[in-house]
């Protein structure tokens, strides 16, 4: 086993036994790493809620959202990520700046949901099941582990919508 796998198994054993809020904590137990390291490790890599565009590709509906929140937000990634809980913020930016961003107007033409004229609000109403039972079961497993304590954001289809 090389080092970051390690690595890897100690995170995840350090988050299994302090949880995701004092990542102080969780850092002491991996000598030469931050805490903001382990923070982004976990949130992008080793977390069993996100989904990585190597083992399921963004869906049209994903696309859609991450071009009308860009639009809206800009390149503030880890807001346009809120939108999409099972996504890391970083692989929303990497997808966006390799497939989206010189080819708007031919996606827009290609995605069924932006073609026809979805604005944000619209688009969020229209979550596809898929989505919205694995968002529940996200917002679900965040409450179970992370005890009392969960961050939530207002969205425009829902009261709360968690985020990383």
Known sequence: MDMRMQEDEIL???VSRLGTHCWPDV???LP???SKACSL?????????????????FSQWEIAVIVLTQRMFGNKWNDIAAYLPMRCNNDIKNHF???LKDKQHQVALENSYLRQGYDLANLLQAEPE???SRREKLEKDRVTSNGLEHSAIKSPNRSAAFIR
């Open 41 to 57: 490790r976990w949130r992008c890599f080793l977390s069993p809620t996100i989904i990585r565009p190597n083992e399921q590709p």
């Open 32 to 34: 030469g790493r931050t």
């Open 27 to 29: 850092a002491s137990g």
């Open 97 to 99: 700046n390799l497939y």
């Open 130 to 132: 898929e989505v919205a």
């Open 12 to 14: 995840k054993q350090q």
